[in-house]
C-alpha cells in the first residue's frame, strides 16, 4: 500500500477518508484508542438515540407501544430484519432480529438437522468458537447420537486456518448438515462461503454459517450463493451494545419448514393473538423467533443499521480492507525482530476485519497496551487480536498502535505484568 511510514502519511491518510466523519458519531473516551470492536462494538449517538426512542414509548404509551409506538414493538424485528438483509445479500423476509447466537444454533440445527438412516452426521471445524461447538454437540445428544463419533471437525494444517479443499472432502455421503464460521474468530480468516455452499448443495447437504465476525464487516451474497441458514450477534461489527440481540437468516426455499423450536413469536402476524393451541408459522424467517423479543436490547440496531444502510457495507469493507492493509504494512516494518508474528492470511479477500498478532507474550502485551490507552483483545494462549473499524478507527489510531506495540516491546513495558489472562479475555 504505502512506503511512507511516517505519522504525517497517516494524517493526510485521515484526511482523504470519506468516512472519517463518522468517528465523532461514536462515544469515544479521549485519549483512547478502541480496537476491540470485533467483540463489543462502541454506542453511537444514533444506537443510543434509538434506545431512548422506545423508552419514551414505554415511558408515555406502556402497554400500546406494543402498536403505536414511535417504534411499534409488535413489528421490530421483522423491521430490523429487512434494514439488515443488504449486509447479508438477503431477501427482505429472509432475515429476522432475534436471539443470540447459540441460542439461533440451537434453533436453526433443530430445524434443519434431519438425520436419516444414511445421513446422520454433522460437520464442523476444530478451531471454531466453543459455543458452536457445545451447541452442536448437545443437538446430537438429543437425537441420541455420540458427538464423538456424529460430529465431524476439520482440522487446521497449521492451527490457524482452515483449507477448504479439506472442508469439501470431508463432505461425505454420511454428513446431513454443516455448520461453519465466515470468518475465523481467532486468525480472521474469511472462508469461500459461496464455493463451500455450491460444493455442499451438490451433495445434498444442508448448510449454514455463523457470521459473527462478518457481519458488518463485510459483504455476502447468501441468497444468490444458495446458503441455507446464517446467524450472527449484532453486539460486535453491528454495534448494537452489550448483549444486543442478534439475527438470522433463512434462504426462502425453506419457508414453510416447521420450526425445531416453536414459540408464539413465530407466528404469522395476523394469527398470534388467536391464542390457538395450534401454531400457525409465519411464512417467513420470522417463522424461527421463539418468544418477546427483548425490545431495549433490540433498539440501539435501528440507529446503527442506518449508518450501514447510509455508507453501504462495500464502502465499510474497502475502508475495513484499507485499514487492516495499513496495519500489516506497519507492522512488517516497525514491528520485525520484536517477536510478532502475524496470523491473519495475508491475502484481502482471505482477510477478515481484525488483525491477529502471536507473542510469546501476549497477555502481558495486552495489558501494556490497555495501560497505554489501547483496547486489544487477548485471546488464549498468545493471540492480540486488534480490530481497526471502519466506521470510527483513523489511520492515526492504526499508526499510534503499531508505534506503541514496537515500543512496549524495546521499553518491555510489558515485563511489570503478567503473563496470564484475566477472567474475561
Ligand atoms: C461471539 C461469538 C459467539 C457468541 O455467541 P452468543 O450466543 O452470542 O454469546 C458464538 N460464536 C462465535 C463464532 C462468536 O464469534
Redesign the pocket.
Known sequence: MTTDFSEKKAVELDRQDPLSKYKSEFYINEDTIYMNGN?LGLLSKRAEQALYTSLEDWKNQGIDGWMNGEEPWFYFSEKLGRKTAPLIGAKPEEVIVT???????HQLVSTFYKPTNKKTKILADAI?????IYALKSQLKRNGFEPAEHLIQVESEDGQTLNEDSIIEAMTDDVALILL?SVL?RSGQVLDMKRLTEEARKRGIIIGF?L??SIGALPHDLHAWGVDFAMW?N??YMNNGPGGV?GLYVHERHFGTEPGLAGWFGSDKDKQFDMAHTFTPAPDAGAYQIGTPHVLSTAPLLGSLEMFLEVGIDLVREKSLSLTDYFITLADQKLEGLGFTLENPREPHRRGGHICLRHEEAASICKALKAKGIVPDFRSPDAIRLAPVAFYTSYHDVWQTVETLASIIKNKDHKTYSNKRNVIA
Do not use: L
Request: glycine residues 10%.
Open positions: 467483540s436471539g443470540s447466537i447459540t441460542v439461533n444454533i471454531t468458537f466453543p459455543s458452536d464460521p474468530y455463523d459473527a465476525h450477534c453486539y460486535k442478534g
